[in-house]
T-cell receptor, first 112, second 114 residues
Framework: KQEVTQIPAALSVPEGENLVLNCSFTDSAIYNLQWFRQDPGKGLTSLLLIQSSQREQTSGRLNASLDKSSGRSTLYIAASQPGDSATYLCAVARGGADGLTFGKGTHLIIQP | KAGVTQTPRYLIKTRGQQVTLSCSPISGHRSVSWYQQTPGQGLQFLFEYFSETQRNKGNFPGRFSGRQFSNSRSEMNVSTLELGDSALYLC?????????????FGSGTRLTVV
């Protein structure tokens, strides 16, 4: 059974810092990995999708990497801003019977 | 381009009742998946429909069911509601089944069972 772990569970940093969120998964047989952000009480906003054949994806100040063989992904946020405060979730798709498997998320607070 | 639309946004139901939630996917998307989010369990997969057929189902009791219509809109039904069914229910759509092209999520339906 696929398990996804996100470290740290919570993070509070001052504005302007670069930061890294970590995601690990136990079964490397994945289709892709997707990073989402979730604001309190809201749905999920897709940030980046990395297919299993890719090593990284970039969108603005965000960069996500994927090392499928070691079961790891990182989300790098450059020059953090208070508007980046949210919960960040990673999820893997195996293409099988269990849909997306999510981690518990990293709750990020960017202090002004 | 309209996103994924879930209705209603909020629901309050009494134990033992049943409830139906609705999801309209992005135009052209034929896959609709449903997830339950609770503080304790996080996000858990309920089921996925593609072209009106249930493809996959998560580990939930038979009280949770769904269907998909020919226009790809999907409904989820929960019968004999329990207090533990209180959660945020999220719907996701994708062009292809099993997440090959990634998912786009709706804003969710907040269900409270009293």
């Amino acid at each position: 059974k696929q398990e996804v772990t996100q470290i740290p569970a919570a993070l509070s940093v001052p504005e302007g810092e670069n930061l890294v969120l970590n995601c690990s998964f136990t079964d490397s047989a994945i289709y892709n990995l997707q990073w989402f952000r979730q604001d309190p009480g809201k749905g999920l906003t897709s940030l980046l999708l990395i297919q299993s054949s890719q090593r990284e994806q970039t969108s603005g100040r965000l960069n996500a990497s994927l090392d499928k063989s070691s079961g790891r992904s990182t989300l790098y946020i450059a020059a953090s801003q208070p508007g980046d405060s949210a919960t960040y979730l990673c999820a893997v798709a195996r293409g099988g019977a269990d849909g997306l498997t999510f981690g518990k998320g990293t709750h990020l607070i960017i202090q002004p | 381009k309209a996103g994924v639309t879930q209705t209603p946004r909020y629901l309050i139901k009494t134990r033992g009742q049943q409830v139906t939630l609705s999801c309209s996917p992005i135009s052209g998307h034929r896959s609709v998946s449903w997830y339950q989010q609770t503080p304790g369990q996080g996000l858990q997969f309920l089921f996925e429909y593609f072209s009106e057929t249930q493809r996959n189902k998560g580990n939930f009791p038979g009280r949770f069911s769904g269907r998909q219509f020919s226009n790809s809109r999907s409904e989820m039904n929960v019968s004999t509601l329990e207090l533990g069914d209180s959660a945020l229910y999220l719907c996701a759509s994708s062009p292809s089944p099993s997440g090959g092209d990634g998912y786009t999520f709706g804003s969710g339906t907040r269900l409270t069972v009293v």
